[in-house]
């Protein structure tokens, strides 16, 4: 087990993260042959925020990207510290009943769910095998029965294989029933621990949004390239006027589609979910371009899976909330977003 200390230019509250390998394996049984081997079906790395109070939630295990080293523990986050083997033992209590058996009873599920169609397809072939050999029997059958000593032998052999044919059809349908009972949870091992402090440094916090604000434009500025736009950066003055644009043209990208339409795009990043906050000049600008202005807002940037929102004329379908400044709840983006 290994330890160190962060700091989390975002947090409000110091938390300890743990990074966790989780398996789920195929467990043996002796008395079927092809289940006496025990096999590994998923690992799966997973990160766990705990707090103070010893609440653990699910985190990306990107996160730790998000953090930079720290010099040590202090002051009131000693005590926190202090609690690491009893919050250690809670923490992989949930790891087991919240994350290792639910995935483990996500493949049980998936094999019963197929399993009859898995059935069908070896009976089908079995089958298929017995006709052949039933139709070589009686043709040896009748061979022999005319004094074909060599159809006498390939009989015998014949019914060999029937019987073990039999046997195998047996032994496969039980081992095909008998697997999703295996499936169980198998081992869950921390791979590391790292007391996380809250930053009170700006700096921390500026470069931190800087780095949401560039994943978003990069999720933005990809998905209009992937529909052939050509994309124009105007988020900046100096950029702006470059384009012939006015200094603060209130959007960020200018987006022109092959098919001659023009997109003004507002991006706006956030590291998981939350409201998102449209100033002044945007709101002004919305209002003024209607449906050529696009909000773009991504979520979960802070992740390997980052998720674009994009709103067709947001003053239109965003409901204001304050004059000047507009804070737009995630939920509203979520209902105003294309499908």
Known sequence: MRGATFVDPTGQEAYIFHLVLVEVVRQADATIATLA????????????KQNQAGQVEVAPVEQLLLLRGGTGIYGPYVQFAAQARTLREAAWTYV???VARPLA???????????????????????????????????????????????????????????????????????????????????????????????NDPEDRERYDKSVEMEAVRQAWGYEEAHGAAVTDVSTPALALAAGLEEHPGYDLLSRRPDGQIRLIEVKGRAM???????????????????AYWLYAVYRCATDQPQLWRVQNPFFKLVARAKGDVVVDEQEIFRAAEA
């Open 105 to 199: 009873e996500e493949h049980r599920a998936a094999m019963l769910e197929n399993l009859p169609e898995r059935a069908d397809f070896l009976r089908k072939g079995y089958d298929y095998r017995e006709a052949e050999l039933a139709e070589a029997r009686k043709r040896l059958r009748d061979q022999a029965r005319e004094g074909n000593s060599r159809a006498k032998a390939e009989l015998g052999k014949v019914k060999a294989r029937q019987r073990a044919l039999a046997d195998r059809r047996r032994a496969t349908l039980a081992a095909l029933e008998r697997e999703p009972e295996l499936i169980a949870a198998g081992e869950v091992t921390f791979l590391a621990h790292a007391m996380v402090i809250p930053s």
């Open 273 to 291: 979910v939350g409201d998102v906050e449209l100033k002044e000049n945007e709101w002004i600008k919305a209002c003024t371009h209607q449906d």
């Open 37 to 48: 081997r025990p096999e590994m079906l998923e690992t799966r790395l997973i990160g766990l």
């Open 96 to 98: 087991v009943e919240q």
